[in-house]
């Protein structure tokens, strides 16, 4: 589950220049929360996210522990230092 939605994250970031660490974790937080946020890109992300635990195919339980678990890692990345992605560059390298 993890690998389908960092693959998500990934795919999304790459075709929206926009979307950068802080928008990536607002999306998960906003899955968590079942809130919207506030930055376009990080709405847009989040609903891609929630299309896929949308999926009959998909365990909502099973998806939510994954998000939680991405956003917790997302903790540990220095999100303020200025176009770094730290956090996104770390989840490609966990999916190669």
């Given at each position: 589950m993890t690998a389908l939605i960092v693959a998500e994250v990934l795919a999304f970031t790459r075709s929206d220049r926009s979307c950068?660490?802080?928008?990536v974790v607002s999306a998960l937080r906003a899955v968590?929360?079942?809130s919207s946020p506030a930055a376009d890109s990080a709405r847009r992300l989040c609903d891609q996210l929630q299309r896929i635990a949308d999926r009959s195919d998909v365990?909502?339980?099973?998806?939510?522990s994954a998000v939680k678990g991405l956003a917790e890692q997302a903790m540990?990345?220095?999100?303020?230092?200025?176009?770094?992605?730290?956090?996104?560059?770390y989840l490609a390298v966990l999916i190669e």
């Open positions: 950068h660490d802080p928008q968590l929360r079942g365990k909502l339980r099973d998806f939510r540990q990345f220095d999100r303020d230092a200025e176009g770094e992605d730290r956090f996104i560059n």
